[in-house]
Nanobody, 115 residues
Framework: QVQLVESGGGLVQAGGSLRLSCAAS????????MGWYRQAPGSQRELVAT???????NYADSVKGRFTISRDSAANTVYLQMNSLKPEDTAVYYC?????????WGQGTQVTVSS
């Protein structure tokens, strides 16, 4: 089972940027899709962005034009570049990978955006 570890979270002021990384313990080529999800206090986990093995991306309407998901298969890492951050982006961000056997999830990284 490939393990996923997120990093790059932190505290940033509104309008700032952060880049999250999701490092896999093995090859990510076995995942037909990988994505970032987030969960704010008192809210359900929601989709932020996904990317397929072919490079097709999908974004939540709330982050379109501000966030960019990418993957580096050689480094077995998926990234989430977050620009123009807003206080409502504050959440724990999780990385996930999907393959034919199910889904793998990381432990999450906290992103806090101050106003």
């Amino acid at each position: 089972q490939v393990q996923l570890v997120e990093s790059g979270g932190g505290l940033v002021q509104a309008g700032g940027s952060l880049r999250l990384s999701c490092a896999a313990s093995g090859s990510i080529s076995g995942f037909y899709a990988m994505g970032w999800y987030r969960q704010a206090p008192g809210s359900q986990r929601e989709l932020v962005a996904t990317i397929t093995s072919g490079g097709t991306t999908n974004y939540a309407d709330s982050v379109k034009g501000r966030f960019t998901i990418s993957r580096d298969s050689a480094a077995n890492t998926v990234y989430l570049q977050m620009n123009s951050l807003k206080p409502e982006d504050t959440a724990v961000y999780y990385c996930a990978g999907k393959n034919t056997m199910g889904s793998s999830w990381g432990q999450g990284t906290q992103v806090t955006v101050s106003s």
